[in-house]
Each structure stands twice: as structure tokens, then as C-alpha cells.
């Protein structure tokens, strides 16, 4: 399974990586919104990005927006990962089309527990 | 630095006594973890010379015992307990019980509460109109039950299994942490328990709980006390009621009194002599 992790920060996006190729995912990464489309467009589709909110070019937001309105990507499993924590940016998230959503900081179980829950992960493996 | 072997043998006792739990050698680095903190807030220099006020300070040995009795959990704690609950359990329940339209489950050692508000949440998405809850959450650590009144919890805490939609529809933001709304608070009554020592009368609802609760607790007490509590669990839960334990605990070689059904990763214990409930999937209806 593919895993596109999208944060401007370099030190979060290492942090995600270790996490996610220890739980058997192959990742990729972008350092925001456009460039992850870019990956998209070339065929890079993940089965899962972990997205951050703020980030310059592109946020996260407008990328959940693009990647729902676009039919062929509907199957991408989308995952806020971000220091937003509002409870009507959460609303607002998930109504664009998000599944999941973890607030910095979190803790690597936090994640796996996360992926469990969208049924990618199960006992700390890829299902 | 680790603490020494006396002040660890002293804690090790001191639990042991008041609430049957034990602390092996070896977990001196759990001991010293967890009371590191109450240490440098009594003023302590080390945590040996905090453990050496508790023989003389019973608030701070209270407070040392609830720290050193509570577990890290997690909403929705392995999920799989929690889909046999709704998809297997509640169903015959709901036939059963349709004449009160009233469901009883016991969170024993509930800790923080996410256990018996994860429980709330499921029971409000799946009961039909008309139903009532009798939702019972119990701990040896009286510091955990008022945290499970207060329902409030901080980030880390919530980003630790619970799904975002059922956080934005039962969580508000109350400064830096999450509160779990008035409604399911009101739903859950707190009791302290010791398990290991004799239930008081009246914590089991007339007839038994429907469901119990009782995970990852086992695990921390002796052979005797194991078997102790599954014998007075078993006088609490409905004749066709069932128990839950963790995911590597079992009553097998325990006590001969419960059956153990598998269903799917999940065992179920049901008291010897109770038969699960007659129940016919709507598919099977009328077939």
C-alpha cells in the first residue's frame, strides 16, 4: 500500500514516514497541496494521504477539496494530520471529504490506531 | 536512576495489600515513572525519599496508589470488542430485554472512562427510541473517577482512537481539552471498587448487568484473586447475560462456571447454565 504524506515540515514528514513504512506502507511525500497532486496526476495514487492543513501553494483543505471532486480519486483514504484543532475546522474537514483526523502532537499509536480504525492497519501490520 | 529495592518492595506491598494488584520485580522502572511526578510535587528530591513519606503521609500514599493503579487506554480499545458488542450482543439484548426497553453494562476498572463512553456513544447510535441505559463505571482509583465525571480529556487523549465524526458530534472544546457532552456524562454513574475485595450490595442493576466489561484488569492480579473475581463477577451478570475480558485473558482454567464463546477474535463468557439468547438475523426471518 502507497502512503502520501503532505507537510511542509521535512522533520514531520520523516517522523510520518518512520511510522507508516513500520506498519509495511510504501511512502511518498510533498512538501504541500500542489506538489501532492502532481504525484496524483503522474499516477502516483496513494490509498492514503496524511494531510496537513497549513502549508504554502497549496493547503491542506483545498486538497482534500480537489481530490474529492475528482471522480477517479474517490477511493483515496484521506487523513487530516494537523496542529488545527477547532472543533469547526474538524467539521469542516470532514464535510469536504476527509476520513480521519489527528491533531499534532500525537503519538505513533495514535496513528496505527487511526489506520486501524480506516481499516488499512490491523495488529500493527497492513491488512 | 532507578529506585531502590526497598522502596520498591515497599510499594510493591503497599499495592499488593490495598488492592490485590500485583508489581513484579523488574517493574521499578514503572514504579519510578509513575511516581516521579508526585515526588516533585510534595517537594521530593528523588523518588525514594517520597516513597519513604508514604509510610507516615496517608493522602500521599492514596494518591501514590491511584497513580500506580491506573492503565493507558484508548477509545474504542481494539476495536473488535466493541463491533461484537453492537453487531452480536446488543440484537438478542434488544429482543430480550424488550419488555423493560432497558440495557445494563458494567465498565469494571474503567479508568480515565473511555471504555464506558465509547460504550455511551454506541448505545445511543444503535438503540432503538424508547430506550433506557444503566451505564456503571467502577475503579480502585478514585483520582480516575472523578476524571470519568468530569468526562474531560486532553489532545493526546482523543487522538487515541476515537473516530473524528463521533468526536465533533460528542465532544466540545473546553480550553486546551475535549469534554464529552452533558449528555453522556449524565448517562454514566461512577462507584469506587476495589474488585478484589467483597462487591458491596446494590451495584448490580435487579437481574443482573447485560453486558460486563472486565479487560486488561485480570492480568494484574494473583491466581486466587483471578478466580475470586470471576466467581462474585459471575453472581452480578444476567442468567443470559455476558462477560468480556481482554484480548489475552480468559476465565479457562479459572473458574468452570463460565462457557467461552469465540466470535470472530472476541471470547464471550456466559455463566454455566445461561444460553444465549434466541436470535434470528433479519435474513433468516420468516425463511
Redesign the interface.
Known sequence: MLALIIDDSRAMRMILRRIVTGLGFEAIEAGHGREALDHLERGRVPDVCLIDWNMPVMDGYAFVTEVRSRPEWRHITLMMVTTESEHGQIVKALAAGAHEYVIKPFTPEAITEKLELLGLVRDGALV | MTISTQSFAYVADLVRRETSMLYDPGKEYLVEARLLPLAREAGHGDVDAYIASLRTDVVQRRRAIDALTINET?W?RD?APYQVFTDELLPPILSARAHTRRISVWSAACSSGQEIYSIAMLLHEHLPPGWTTDLLATDVSTAMLDRVEKGRYS??E????M???R??RW???VGAEWEVSADLRAQVRTRHLNLAAPFPFGLAPTGGFDVIFLRNVLIYFDLETKRDILRRVRDLVAPDGVLILGSSESSLDLDQQWTREAIGRVQVHRPVGARATAYTPPALQGA
Open positions: 484508548s474504542f476495536n489532545q493526546v482523543m487522538n487515541r482512537g473516530p473524528a465524526p468526536l465533533v465532544f466540545s472544546r
